[in-house]
């Protein structure tokens, strides 16, 4: 990758994003009168930049806190680089693996003060973003990723929720890079996913209606048999009264000592008997009329169940189809020796903030040497080539070389079997020592944050609490039109294990229980 800045890029810069801002403006004035000291000091700060080519969609950003600058990359190399301002000391801007989850053009702190932060774009639920700023030549903000004005204005329709960001202590760049543990998609698969998705979501409408008609006739069948315990009770209540008046007659009876009282009891038992016989019959009719119906709310109630059921995996089938055409992240820790999976719905969260992410698997996964640092590696799919994908690897931590700390895991094949063979560009298989941050949920890809450098601006913010969801509609289905309505249930509580970081602590992301696996 050319790395050299030239008078056409520096012109490139003008022509693509456009007039400098009034900040930038005010800028460049600021910067012409003041001292000779001061000037120089800006001038040494790395200068804004546009690759002299047509940009394509940003796949991923890489901000260098040594440097503090970031550079934005495609698929054949980087395109856009600018200074930046990371974190000061005590607030420092984390070191790690992102995504951006959020973007708002025109946003203001709910934690400094009404601060303008004009083009953010999230990349942690607790506050941690890139946006626009002033850049006075060093680290200065409170842990957030400044850029220039004009920069972070004309670079806000260019990047996607979802879109990588890596933070690295010192200089990184994405190197081509090529393994067999790496996806390798299929053709056949890739061509036959449309018409998958076509047949699964078809079942899925059908199952859906089943269930729909299943759960009638269950709430017709239970309202038919409302009415059956009050009326059985009644019957009930009358034949115990019916017997206790049997049972004084029998007694007035056994009692008697004249003929006239004994035929006054005789009298009295023939009636309430008679009485007593027809409240047992009326009791007996009224059981065995009911017995049909209370065997109708059985057989229909078990019929909704199974219909549900046979909705539920019809739903799940289809979604994962549709999910197949999705980029994949891939998450793999050492520290809590387990793999996990991101796929972006493109639904928005219920809740109001950036969108759904499949989490739906997540699943133990053997390291070799499990002591050994692997180091943190950020493996992306760049471009399709003709023997399926071109990755590259970008290296934020020391420990083994991307190679060996690949050769080092076992994936799980059915995991692999799952996601690979439509796996698409963007793509991504994160290696590191580090276990998920808290930050990691249902509206994020992933948050891994580096242990062994400041995290100041991260672990003076609290952790975000998963919020209150709206439970899933009935259909489940439709929620909206494009079939990704069961992800919102209410999530399970998320227990976190601290660990002690300079002089703070940091949470990180582990599960209250396994989570369901509908494809085991």
């Known amino acids: 990758m050319k790395n050299r800045l030239t008078t056409t890029q520096s012109t490139m ?36 930049a ?99 004005f004009g920069f972070a204005e004309g670079l806000f329709e260019r990047t996607n929720i979802g879109m990588r960001v890596i933070i690295s202590p010192n200089d990184a760049a994405p190197v081509d890079f090529s393994h067999p543990s790496l996806f390798v998609p299929k053709r056949e698969a890739i061509t036959a996913a449309p018409g998958r998705i076509d047949k699964l979501s078809g079942e899925a409408e059908e199952a859906t209606r089943a269930a729909d008609d299943a759960k009638k006739a269950a709430s017709a069948a239970a309202k038919d048999a409302a009415s059956l315990p009050a009326s059985l009770r009644k019957l009930e209540q009358q034949k115990t009264r019916a017997d206790a008046e049997l049972a004084f007659a029998d007694k007035k009876l056994a009692t008697a000592k004249t003929d006239q009282a004994r035929a006054q009891a005789e009298e009295l038992k023939q009636k309430v008997a008679t ?50 055409l999705e980029p994949v992240s891939v998450y793999i820790s050492r520290a809590t020796q387990k793999l996990y999976v991101r796929r972006n719905t493109h639904k928005p969260a219920p809740d109001g903030g950036g969108e759904v992410f499949d989490t739906s698997i997540e699943v133990p996964v053997t390291i070799r040497n499990p002591d050994q640092p692997l180091g943190t590696h950020i493996f992306t799919a760049m471009a399709k080539n003709d023997t399926g994908l ?48 808290a930050e990691t949920n249902y509206r994020t890809e992933f948050v891994a944050v580096l242990s062994n450098h400041p995290q100041g601006g991260f672990i003076t913010r609290k952790p975000t609490a998963a919020p209150p969801m709206e439970m899933a509609s009935d259909d489940g289905w439709d929620n909206g039109g494009n079939g990704f309505g069961f992800f919102f249930q209410q999530p399970a509580p998320q227990p976190v294990n601290p660990r002690r970081q300079r002089g703070g602590q940091y949470q990180y992301y582990q599960p209250a229980q396994p989570m369901q696996r509908s494809f085991w």
Request: proline content about 7%; hydrophobic content about 45%.
């Open 390 to 437: 071109r990755w590259s690897v970008v290296t934020i931590e020391s420990g083994d070389d991307a190679k060996d700390a690949l050769d080092r895991i076992t994936i799980p094949q059915e995991v692999w079997d799952r996601i690979a063979p439509t796996a698409l560009p963007r793509s991504s298989i994160v290696i590191s020592d580090e276990p998920l941050s």
């Open 13 to 48: 810069t003008m022509r693509r994003w456009g007039p400098p801002g009034i900040a930038t403006l005010a800028a460049i004035v600021a910067l012409a009168s003041a001292s000779p000291a001061i000037a120089a000091k800006q001038a040494r700060q790395p200068a804004e």
């Open 50 to 148: 546009v690759a002299p080519r047509a940009a394509g969609e940003p796949i991923m950003a890489i901000v260098s806190i040594k440097s503090q600058q970031v550079t934005f990359y495609d698929a054949d190399g980087w395109i856009f680089r600018a200074p930046v301002s990371t974190g000061t000391t005590g607030r420092e801007t984390p070191a790690g693996v992102f995504a951006i989850v959020e973007k708002d053009k025109d946003h203001h702190s709910t934690m400094y003060d009404d601060a303008w932060m004009p083009n953010m774009q999230r990349i942690t639920w607790n506050g941690i973003a890139l946006h626009g700023g002033p850049l006075p030549g060093y680290a200065a903000s409170h842990g957030c990723v400044r850029m220039p």
């Open 275 to 324: 009485k007593a016989a027809d409240a047992a019959s009326a009791l007996d009719a009224a059981k065995a009329a009911a017995q049909p119906k209370r065997d109708a709310v059985a057989a229909t109630k078990e019929a909704a169940k199974v219909a549900a059921t046979k909705k539920a995996d019809a739903v799940k089938a289809a979604t994962d189809a549709k999910l197949a």
